[in-house]
């Protein structure tokens, strides 16, 4: 069998991501001919109002658009394109007003999936390139997004999985809204809420038996930048890089401690990450601490590759 094209969109609480991508599935290849992400913020007070907001779906409609236009450039057929919608519009009521809108735009339905369907995609991408390396199995992946963090463990195939609603936007909404720099008692509440939501993952997943603790998503590629020192974001720099809990500690703090406009001349930190870095960072150290990982494996691949994966399995 030839390469089959196909086209994987992500839709997620922050962000909107699009890849094109031809994968030959007999030699288990992937050829990226374009990947690219734009910040919407599609889950803007969803936590407090359980509903869309117009504004935000009109962002993500502009999106959509923006991506109808490069899949056709591509000639990707709508039986191999998937648009998977992710914690936002699971929580929301107007769903069907957001499904409606994308129907028309692209030409195919958004699937809602579940947050353990979300988990399995997010592994599936993740550990794809990790076979034959020397990165140890099993593999303790954990998809930090806006609105919830995904945890599934496993090897050669998923032993535990589980979504739980702790994210850089939810608890920015949550607990650091109206704060230039959060105080103590503010990032004491939002590590207790963080802890609450590790409780949960820790009932259905082992958050300490894996060899390897693998980080996917904005927040965790943004501070591995952060860390790194990089001029300005480097996707191949970023890729299986290794992240101490140290450096994340440092990282936090610096986040925790500076003001939007510091955290705005971070010159490898996207705009649209800027207001709700801290409250990621946080979640990430958080997790590291939890399971004990004294490093971690930073990953460009993610649920958007596990998509794609998933149009030709």
Known sequence: MSSIRVAAVDCGTNSIRLLIADIDPQAGRAVDLDRRMLIVRLGQDVDRTGRLAPEALERTFAACREYAAVIAEYGVAPERTRFVATSASR??????????????????????????????????????GLAGTSVAAPYLVFDLGGGSTEFVLGGETVRAARSVDIGSVRLTERHFAGSDVPTSVQIAAAEADIAQGLNLAAEAVPLTEAATLVGLAGTVTSVAAIALGLPEYQSARIHHSRLSLTRVREVTEQLLGATHAERAAIPSLHPGRVDVIGAGALVLRSIMERTGAAELVVSEHDILDGIAWSLVS
């Open 91 to 128: 929580d929301a009521e107007n769903s069907a007003e957001f499904a409606k809108g994308v129907r028309e735009i692209l030409g195919v339905d958004p699937e809602v999936v579940s947050g353990d369907e979300e988990a399995q995609l997010s592994f599936a991408g993740a550990t794809k």
